[in-house]
């Protein structure tokens, strides 16, 4: 079973600051045919999970340019170049390379 | 538009059995992989099983062997049935759909309470 271990576990960020996660597998997430398997999830309070970032390093439809992704083969960073207080909720890695998907523990971002 | 609704959870004793469904509209479930995942109270996300589109289906090592995952293409329904309950499968569970072979979860549905207790 891959394992995905994110830090921190929890962020608190001023409105307008920047925020980084990260986020590293026990293995390479890197397939054959040259994506990354990684996925990054938003469940805002009180919902379902939201896709954010796919593939690594590519947002999701609707998702607001301030969100990138990116990493290689084991080590992978969910940045938020300038957060709001929309952004709050709770951030998840996920790996899809390979059964079981596993998630990482969760990132809680709250505003200051 | 794609909406995944399910159904089916409730209260159950430790060592019964519930069947969830997970009822599609705006695809076709046969045509796309579709998974299972559980929230239980205030932890995180857990990846439960998969049903491939070819009809293979894989489970966590924690319900292996008591979670049976299927589908009804008829219907357009994705089923688990949860067998010999733990007080530990208390959860949220919510079905997805994978975005074909880039396997993001790209919907959800609005998940099912699941409770197991005496």
């Known amino acids: 079973e891959i394992v995905m271990t994110q830090s921190p576990l929890s962020l608190s960020v001023t409105p307008g600051e920047p925020a980084s996660i990260s986020c590293r597998s026990s293995?390479?997430?890197?397939?054959?045919?040259?994506?990354?398997?990684v996925d990054w999830y938003l469940q805002k309070p009180g919902q379902s999970p939201q896709i954010v970032i796919y593939l690594g390093s590519n947002r999701a439809s609707g998702v607001p340019d301030r969100f990138s992704g990116s990493g290689s083969g084991t080590d992978f960073t969910l940045r938020v170049s300038r957060v709001e207080a929309e952004d709050v909720g709770v951030y998840y890695c996920?790996?899809?390379?390979?059964?079981?998907?596993?998630f990482g523990q969760g990132t809680k971002l709250e505003i200051k | 538009e794609v909406q995944l609704v399910e159904s089916g959870g409730g209260l159950v004793q430790p060592g019964g059995s519930l069947r969830l469904s997970c009822a599609a509209s705006?695809?076709?479930?046969?045509?796309?992989?579709m998974s299972w995942v559980r929230q239980a109270p205030g932890k995180g996300l857990e990846w439960v099983s998969v049903?491939?589109?070819?009809?293979?289906?894989y489970y966590a090592d924690s319900v292996k062997g008591r979670f049976t995952i299927s589908r009804d293409s008829s219907k357009n329904t994705v089923f688990l049935q949860m067998n010999s309950l733990r007080a530990e499968d208390t959860a949220v569970y919510f079905c997805?759909?994978?975005?074909?072979?880039?396997?993001?979860?790209?919907?959800w549905g609005q998940g099912n309470l699941v409770t197991v207790s005496s």
């Open positions: 705006g695809f076709t479930v046969s045509s796309h992989y």
């Open positions: 049903i491939y589109s070819v009809g293979n289906t």
């Open positions: 293995q390479n997430l890197l397939h054959s045919n040259g994506y990354k398997y």
């Open positions: 997805a759909r994978h975005y074909d072979y880039l396997n993001y979860l790209d919907y």
């Open positions: 996920m790996q899809a390379l390979q059964t079981p998907y596993t």
